[in-house]
């Protein structure tokens, strides 16, 4: 339809609005696990056990807080984008994982499959031309 073909001129905003809902979701997630000190840390980064690694839970949750939390910010301002994507996918795989294994199903792990789909897709496209990266 002529009526979307000249949207592929605004793909720098659409990705931009993705950044900033995304960004900001992660954040809504991420910002009470890392708040939540080392009670919260434990309990998340038990999460690490479904890969074999049961020692440092602390370190573990700290990290996938600050990957949530921070990272969610990064995203939304587009700095230091392709990282804070890595360890937003690696962090989702680990969720997914986590939820599958207890049981959850496909349904329970939805959500971190789905984002971390969208954090390996943003890896390869970047931020996009309105991103602190860019400037």
């Given at each position: 339809?002529?009526?979307?073909?000249?949207?592929?001129?605004?793909?720098?905003?659409?990705?931009?609005?993705?950044?900033?809902?995304?960004?900001?979701?992660?954040m809504?997630?991420?910002?009470?696990?890392?708040?939540?000190?080392?009670?919260?840390?434990?309990?998340?980064?038990?999460?690490?056990?479904?890969?074999?690694?049961?020692?440092?839970?602390?370190?573990?949750?700290?990290?996938?807080?600050?990957?949530e939390?921070?990272?969610?910010?990064?995203?939304?301002?587009?700095?230091?984008?392709?990282?804070?994507?890595?360890?937003?996918?690696?962090?989702?795989?680990?969720?997914?994982?986590?939820?599958?294994?207890?049981?959850?199903?496909?349904?329970?792990?939805?959500?971190?499959?789905?984002?971390?789909?969208v954090?390996?897709?943003?890896?390869?496209?970047?931020?996009?031309?309105?991103?602190?990266?860019?400037?």
């Open positions: 339809m002529a009526v979307f073909d000249s949207l592929g001129k605004h793909r720098n905003t659409g990705l931009l609005l993705l950044r900033i809902g995304i960004g900001i979701m992660f809504v997630h991420g910002l009470p696990k890392l708040m939540g000190g080392p009670e919260t840390w434990t309990q998340v980064g038990g999460a690490m056990k479904v890969v074999g690694i049961d020692f440092a839970p602390v370190f573990w949750g700290l990290l996938a807080a600050i990957a939390g921070i990272g969610g910010f990064l995203l939304l301002i587009g700095l230091f984008f392709r990282p804070a994507a890595m360890a937003l996918t690696f962090t989702m795989i680990i969720a997914a994982a986590m939820h599958l294994s207890k049981g959850d199903g496909i349904s329970g792990a939805s959500h971190a499959i789905e984002s971390a789909i954090f390996f897709g943003l890896i390869f496209i970047g931020p996009g031309k309105y991103s602190v990266d860019k400037k």
